[in-house]
């Protein structure tokens, strides 16, 4: 099949062209950069420069790949985030989520595509009632915290926006927390140097669950989802659901540091707001169920534990 992947050169990204070229599809990709041209000619793509942000540009693009399936994995985020400025700091990434998701969908529909792939997140939107492991079927947050509500609108707007797109296969898939090469949790990211500087403590009792998966897992189930996904969401997270009071101090003693602070929640919300520390005592996790029952996926990085000595190595 013809592929355009949108967002190529991102940390997904450079996974995913890589395995589609190798399971045989014509893959094209886009990037804002004319300087990453050359990273996707040597990773066997067809590299278009385009702004997703014009629907011009991106009418143009889609037009000139005549693609079989769109691949949405644009956002905009680089270095460590602000949370007490939440939805300040994912603003590009929200726009990329509501009008470059409308801008690919309607450039999509005009020349046919089978499937429409976008990129989601498992990482915060669930309720924050009931169990602690969640499935695709459990609501949304009815109430995100202020700071959030931007990002969640823009997370409804284009999950519904693809699901609902009846004239194609629109598929999401709701990642969990990236780890591996290139993201924020590779021994080089940003957040391993918070966690190696006790820059990163445990808020109030730790109790939000938080579920990663590994970049190379993630592109994996992309690769099936372009390939035999059905119009859905999928949540793409490994086996290991796990609260903050547990996986933060196991990944600072295998990096070979202090434990990480305890600081209360009052505190945690007056230094890093409300959204941080949401996230740290309230969040639920994900489960994978159906994405290995419907997509045929395993994980071959099937929880973070094992994966804790790699990163500190």
Known sequence: MKVLVAGATGALGKQLVPRLVAAGHEVSGTTRSAAKREALFESGAHPLVADMLDPDQVAEAVAEVAPDVIVHELTSLSGAMDLRHFDRDFALTNRLRTEATDHLLAAGRAVGIKRFVAQSYAGWPYARTGGRVKTEDDPLDPTPVDDMRESF??????????TGASWTEGIVLRYGG?????????P????????????????????????????????????????????????????????????????????GGKPPRRVPRWFGRLVAGEAATVMMTEVRGASNAKAKRELGWEPRHPTWRREVAAVAA
């Open 188 to 255: 080089d990211g940003d957040h391993v140097k918070m966690i190696r500087e006790r820059k990163f403590p445990v808020v109030g009792d730790g109790a939000g669950v938080w579920s990663f998966v590994h970049i190379e897992d993630a592109a994996d189930a992309t690769v099936l989802a372009v390939e035999r996904g059905r119009r859905g969401i999928y949540n793409i997270v490994d086996d290991e659901p796990a609260p903050v009071a547990d996986w933060l101090p196991a990944m600072a003693a295998a990096l």
């Open 178 to 186: 990236f780890y591996g090469p290139g993201t924020s949790m590779a």
């Open 153 to 162: 609108d823009a997370i409804r707007h284009l999950e519904d926006a693809v």
